[in-house]
């Protein structure tokens, strides 16, 4: 049984837990295994069968490099030295160097049938690299109206591979928190949804997972990410018989004083629970907390508000 660390009793320790829990290598494959499972009688299987296979060339891609990190060591350190991402999304994007990255995944891709699928990919390979910059920018920055909803998977995937590739090569032991809870120490990129973890020296322990780079970082329990407040927060799961009253392996932590929520994986319940995957199996909890009038505040790459 995992041990639930309230606001305070980690303050008051004389150890404090560890900042990071960086995923495994093999992330992208691990969460195609997840979303394959998922997809099984679910109603979204066939999408959730598709940004598996995209996770299986983002794998491809982490584990075969196409360019090295973009950032110079002197400037990674001098952000960590002032508490800034080293990895910032914001300048990155602009930048462009993950656009290697995009070009890499649609080489990859294996063509699909004629299609709303096909239509799109079409429309990438067409597109030069100022409109691929721009829908990339667009994408980090929320405005999804500026962009093709059948775009985003493939664009946020080129996103997530450059990004995971780019985190492995840093000090991550230097890394220091962000701006706010809910802040991606390594790239600025807001979170993603919460893990409780279930083993070692993490058990018990809520991380956040980043929407981007998939650094996980620590935050302490039954505290709203966005305002900081502990005040009658709830927790609601979708209904499943198959799990007693506060056993759901995935439950949304839900704030009356900001009206947000943020959805997290408990993986005592689940072992093998996935951030992305699960977020994206569960967005019938999202419609629920929406028609509640609770506000989502942290974006999935893999899917368009509205789209899917």
């Not at 302490?220 to 900081?228: H, I, P």
């Not at 959805?263 to 909890?285: I, W």
Request: aromatic share 6%; with cysteine.
């Amino acid at each position: 049984m995992s041990t639930i660390l309230e606001p305070g009793q980690i303050e008051a320790s004389a150890v404090m837990p560890p900042f990071l829990h960086l995923p495994a290598d093999n992330l992208f494959e691990l969460r195609a295994l997840r979303l394959e499972h998922l997809a099984q009688g679910h109603a979204l299987g066939e999408y959730l069968r598709l940004i598996a296979r995209l996770c299986r060339v983002q794998q491809q891609l982490l584990d075969d490099p196409p360019s090295d990190v973009p950032v110079a060591e002197a400037r990674q350190r001098l952000c960590i030295s002032h508490g800034l991402p080293p990895l910032a999304a914001d300048s990155l994007v602009r930048e462009g160097p993950w656009l290697i990255w995009l070009q890499a995944l649609l080489d990859r891709f294996d063509a699909p049938a004629p299609g709303a699928l096909a239509d799109a990919l079409q429309t990438l390979r067409d597109s030069d690299d100022v409109q691929r910059k721009g829908w990339g920018i667009a994408l980090l920055g929320g405005q999804y109206d500026a962009l093709p909803a059948a775009l985003v998977p493939f664009i946020g995937a080129a996103l997530q591979a450059a990004w995971a590739s780019w985190r492995r090569a840093l000090p991550s032991d230097e890394l220091k928190p962000g701006g706010s809870l809910a802040q991606c120490p390594c790239c600025g990129s807001p979170a993603m949804a919460g893990l409780v973890r279930n083993r070692g020296k993490h058990n018990g322990l809520r991380y956040l997972a980043c929407s981007l780079c998939a650094c996980e970082w620590h935050v302490v329990r039954v505290k709203c990410v966005y305002c900081e407040s502990s005040k009658d927060l709830r927790y609601t799961s979708l209904e499943d018989d198959r799990h007693g009253p506060g056993k759901a392996p995935l439950r949304a932590e839900c704030c009356p004083g900001c009206n947000t929520y943020l959805k997290h994986c408990y993986l005592e319940n689940d072992a093998v629970a996935e951030a992305l995957a699960d977020d994206l199996a569960s967005l019938g909890l999202d419609m629920r907390l929406n028609e509640e009038g609770f506000q989502r505040m942290a974006p999935n790459l893999m899917l368009a508000p509205g789209g899917g």
